[in-house]
C-alpha cells in the first residue's frame, strides 16, 4: 500500500486515531466482553479469530468503503449526499446496542470538531456515525484515503486488543504478537474496501450481532432488576 502524506497531516491522522481521543472507544467491546464472558473466546488465537474476521468481513465492507465515499463527498462539501452517506453507516450497524456505540462515539467526536472550528452538515440533535465525522476531519486535514483509513482502523484494532487483554486475559506479550500478526489483515481490509462501491456495502457477522444483542438484553435485565 503506497501512502503519502505530509508531516501535518500525519500528526493530524496521529491526533485523531489516538486513544486519549475523547470519543469513548475504549469503553465499547462491540461483542467482545459477551463472547469472552461466555466462552466463546478463551485464548489469543480465538481474540486473533474474532478481530481478523471483523476486519474483513465489517470493516472492510461496510466502515472503509464509506470512509472513503463521504471523504470524496466532503471534499466537493456535498451535505446531501454526507446524509445518504451517514444515513447508510447507521443502517448497517446490526443492533441497537451497535448503532448507540456508533452515534455516541460520533457524538464526541463532534462535540471535538466543533471545538475545532471544524464545520459539519449535522445539527447537533442529529444522530450521526463515528466513521462520517472521522472522514470529515481526515477530508480537512487533508489526509489521503489510504492513510486516514490505517488510522481508523488501528484505532479500533488497538482498542479491541486492549479489551482482549484485560478480559481474556492476554499477556502484554500476547498482545504485542496480536498486533503483529494482524497488521497484514488491516492492510488486506484496507485494500478490498477501495474495490467496493456503494451498492456493495453491507456485512453480516452473526455471532457479532448475537453477542451485541445478549450482551444489551443482560445489562437491560440488570438495570430492571
Not at 61 to 73: G, Y
Not at 131 to 142: G, H, P, Q
Not at 161 to 175: E, F, H, R, Y
Request: glycine share 4%; with cysteine.
Amino acid at each position: 500500500m503506497d501512502i503519502n502524506t505530509t508531516d501535518r497531516a500525519l500528526l493530524r491522522l496521529l491526533q485523531l486515531s489516538s486513544v486519549s481521543l475523547p470519543v469513548g472507544g475504549y469503553a465499547f467491546s462491540q461483542g467482545l466482553e459477551y463472547a469472552i464472558d461466555q466462552g466463546w473466546i478463551k485464548n489469543q488465537a480465538q481474540v486473533e479469530d474474532w478481530t481478523s474476521l471483523q476486519l474483513m468481513q465489517s470493516f472492510a465492507r461496510v466502515d472503509l468503503p464509506i470512509l472513503r465515499l463521504a471523504m470524496a463527498a466532503w471534499a466537493t462539501r456535498d451535505h446531501a449526499r454526507m446524509v445518504e452517506l451517514n444515513d447508510l453507516a447507521l443502517a448497517c450497524r446490526e443492533t441497537k446496542e451497535l448503532r448507540l456505540n456508533d452515534s455516541a462515539m460520533g457524538e464526541a467526536l463532534a462535540r471535538l470538531l466543533r471545538s475545532l472550528e471544524i464545520d459539519t452538515p449535522f445539527s447537533k440533535a442529529e444522530e450521526v456515525s463515528f466513521t462520517i465525522l472521522f472522514a470529515i476531519a481526515a477530508s480537512d486535514w487533508n489526509i489521503e484515503f489510504d492513510t486516514a483509513a490505517l488510522g481508523f482502523t488501528w484505532s479500533w484494532l488497538e482498542n479491541q486488543i486492549a479489551a482482549a487483554t484485560k478480559l481474556v486475559p492476554l499477556g502484554q506479550t500476547q498482545a504485542q504478537v496480536l498486533f503483529g500478526t494482524l497488521q497484514p489483515v488491516l492492510t488486506e481490509a484496507i485494500q478490498l474496501s477501495k474495490t467496493l462501491d456503494e451498492d456493495d456495502v453491507g456485512a453480516g457477522l452473526p455471532a457479532v450481532a448475537i453477542a451485541s444483542c445478549l450482551h444489551e438484553t443482560q445489562y437491560s435485565r440488570l438495570f430492571r432488576s
